[in-house]
DNA sequence: AACCTTATCAACCGCATTGGT
DNA sequence: CACCAATGCGGTTGATAAGGT
């Protein structure tokens, strides 16, 4: 550019004190009306000819994360959570490469819930969320007592649904992420190389931890949305961010799960004998009760920690 | 009721990348 | 090729709501 004045015919000196904090209704209107009209983009002119004393980075944030029109709110599923974590597990903190895959939800969204949910689980088992100990218990206890869970809200609905005279035409399909982790025989559970494959779990029994007390069916909210992407085939050629082959995927390594047992913790007497929640409480968020955390606890200080 | 602690999430900041001139 | 503005991303902060004492 490099001109003194831009567009709208205001100087750069005009332009100098910008607001911040938290955005009232009638910026929020006037950036909507804007962007219903003209479009987005150009943020800094977008700011500028909308009457926004905003910098154009954080209309852009604005409109990014609250006001489009397909942001999601509410509570992250249990669905989104499995996704959350298998993602992260592949690509690290990349919050917008995840939200990419989870419609609706914003990286910062994702990003919040790993602080706040994730990395609290991993401090108050005193370890690092990085180190392999939490890595594995996500890998190996978390995820597959998500799938677990989806399981029974899906067994409810099936339930709901066919006692229902009025069938909901989604419920088939709302839990087609699900499916992507379904179970075989045996209640092994077949988790998707990378949606390409199956790979069959360290004989991860869901009949020994599916308990009647477990009642977190009713938590469980639709994710039509979710499913829908999910549904797609599973050799994505279009988006060639989703599989890369030269990385290790959680599911890639479930292959061999005995160097694992030996070195690292005891899952499968841990599914057997911890991971029955009996609480009722929050099914969405509190994943880990009293007695998970304190023998997981135990398992990481007898270990390598 | 008042105070303190914790959890949540919107918003900001700095840096890297991209694209136009 | 260099420069610069715009854009995008991840890390961090701060306000405030919720819960506990």
Redesign the pocket.
């Known amino acids: 550019?490099?001109s003194k004045t831009?567009?709208c015919g205001q100087s750069e000196e005009e332009m100098e004190d910008?607001?911040?904090?938290?955005?009232t209704v009638e910026e929020?209107l006037k950036l909507i009306n804007h962007i219903t009209i003209y479009g987005?983009?150009?943020?800094?002119?977008?700011a500028r000819c909308a009457d926004l004393k905003?910098?154009?980075?954080?209309?852009?944030?604005?409109w990014?994360?609250?006001?489009r029109p397909d942001v999601r709110?509410?509570?992250?599923t249990l669905e989104e959570q499995l996704l959350i974590l298998d993602l992260h597990s592949r690509?690290?903190?990349?919050?917008?490469?995840?939200?990419?895959h989870l419609p609706g939800r914003?990286?910062?969204?994702i990003?919040?819930?790993?602080?706040?949910?994730v990395q609290?689980h991993a401090?108050?088992l005193k370890c690092d969320v990085n180190s392999k100990q939490f890595k594995d218990a996500i890998r190996y206890l978390w995820i597959p007592r998500l799938v677990e869970r989806i399981q029974a809200a899906n067994a409810t609905s099936a339930i709901t649904a066919s006692a229902s005279t009025s069938p909901s035409a989604n419920v088939s399909t709302d839990h087609q992420l699900f499916n992507n982790f379904h179970e075989v025989g045996s209640g092994q559970m077949v988790f998707p190389d990378d949606f390409g494959g199956a790979q069959v779990t360290p004989s991860y029994t869901s009949e020994n931890s599916s308990t009647a007390s477990d009642s977190f069916g009713t938590q469980v909210s639709p994710m039509s949305e979710i499913t829908d992407y999910y549904s797609v085939p599973v050799n994505n050629s279009a988006n060639p961010d989703y599989y890369q082959p030269d990385q290790v995927s959680y599911s890639e390594s479930l292959i061999s799960p005995s160097g694992y047992y030996n070195n690292g913790l005891d899952f499968q007497s841990m599914e057997q004998n911890t991971w029955l929640d009996g609480t009722g409480g929050d099914a969405s968020?509190n994943l880990w009760n009293v007695e998970d955390f304190l023998f997981l606890q135990q398992q990481i200080n007898n270990n390598t920690m």
């Open positions: 550019m490099g831009r567009g910008f607001r911040r904090g938290p955005w929020d987005e983009g150009r943020w800094n002119s977008l905003r910098t154009g980075k954080s209309c852009r944030l604005r990014l994360n609250y006001l709110r509410g509570n992250i690509w690290g903190n990349r919050w917008s490469k995840i939200a990419q914003t990286d910062n969204e990003k919040n819930y790993w602080r706040t949910r609290k401090k108050q968020y």
